[in-house]
């Protein structure tokens, strides 16, 4: 499995952006798709994940009424709409897949892609 994000970028507090996770390899079928974050210093944090195969969603606390995780099964695409952003919504965005339904375990995740960077500024 490869996981390929993209979609990070600069904005005002207020503003939004759309991530966007290509996933290639194996089927996807019975697995989730987990979107994670991480600030210089701290540790990674869980922001949404979604399953493959049916409706199921999370979304941390943080992030629920703001973001939006989706997916385009089609495409092999997941993605995260990002609205209202606020400062401390500032990280490194990276997604993340594993065999089972979503959750917010970060361990319980198999493969990761590369990391996207989103800041907001005040």
């Known amino acids: 499995v490869q996981l390929q994000a993209s979609g990070g970028g600069s904005v005002q507090a207020g503003g939004s952006l759309r991530l966007s996770c290509a996933a290639s390899?194996?089927?996807?079928?019975?697995?989730?798709l987990g979107w994670f974050r991480q600030v210089l210093g701290k540790g990674r944090e869980f922001v949404a994940a979604?399953?493959?195969?049916?409706?199921?969603?999370l979304y941390a606390d943080s992030v629920k009424g703001r973001f939006t995780i989706s997916r385009d099964n089609a495409k092999n695409m997941v993605y995260l709409e990002m609205n209202s952003l606020k400062p401390e919504d500032t990280a490194v965005y990276y997604c993340?897949?594993?065999?089972?339904?979503?959750?917010?375990?970060?361990?319980?995740?198999?493969?990761w892609g590369q990391g996207t960077l989103v800041t907001v500024s005040s």
């Open positions: 993340a897949q594993r065999w089972g339904a979503p959750t917010e375990e970060i361990i319980l995740y198999e493969y």
């Open positions: 979604i399953s493959w195969s049916d409706d199921s969603t």
């Open positions: 390899g194996r089927t996807f079928s019975s697995s989730a």
